[in-house]
């Protein structure tokens, strides 16, 4: 299972968490990488399901299959009651999300009290559209968290990328 650099620290930065939501989870190899190093289930979402296929797959080959669940779902408005999770991931994903802001609002009404929301995205030294997806500034990504409610943000450099992680 090949993932990121910027995946494997998240990973492990997971701490004790029980309860994960990965938004935009593709084709759930993140996904099942985290059930596996966590023994937690894991609930990805994505707008479109033609990646799951390839979850469940991986999901059963790997023995996590009792552990992950992907659900067809739009960021900004997620089926899932105030608090249910302790870690929100969007890994590489918000850039394909054309409302950011209500997809971060909805991640922290989703995570319990003092949950974490981690996010991974390249960073550009200015920001724009580039191929059809919107690149944000390191700047631009914290501005977006702060203004979403979320607090304690921490940054790391990882392979060019920018892992973002911030409590609630």
């Not at 550009?124 to 944000?136: A, I, N, W």
């Not at 990504?141 to 921490?154: H, N, P, S």
Request: hydrophobic letters at 40%; glycine letters at 10%; proline letters at 1%.
């Amino acid at each position: 299972m090949e993932l990121s650099q910027a995946d494997l620290e998240i990973v492990s930065r997971l701490g004790t968490a029980q309860s994960i939501l990965d938004v935009g989870c593709g084709d759930g190899r993140l996904t099942c990488y985290l059930a596996q190093e966590t023994d937690c289930e894991v609930i990805g979402v994505d707008l479109s399901r033609s990646g799951f296929r390839k979850a469940r797959k991986l999901a059963y080959k790997t023995g996590v299959e009792h552990l992950v669940r992907c659900i067809k779902g739009d960021a900004t408005h997620l089926n899932f009651p105030n608090g249910q999770f302790d870690v929100a991931i969007l890994s590489y994903s918000l850039h394909h999300i054309e409302d950011q802001s209500a997809t971060l609002r909805e991640m922290h009404r989703v995570l319990r009290a003092g949950g974490t929301i981690m996010v991974s995205e390249h960073e550009l030294k200015e920001k724009g559209l580039k191929s059809r997806c919107y690149h944000f500034t390191l700047t631009e990504l914290t501005d977006v968290l702060l203004e979403a409610g979320f607090g304690g943000i921490r940054w790391w450099q990882v392979e060019g990328d920018v892992l973002l992680v911030a409590v609630k």
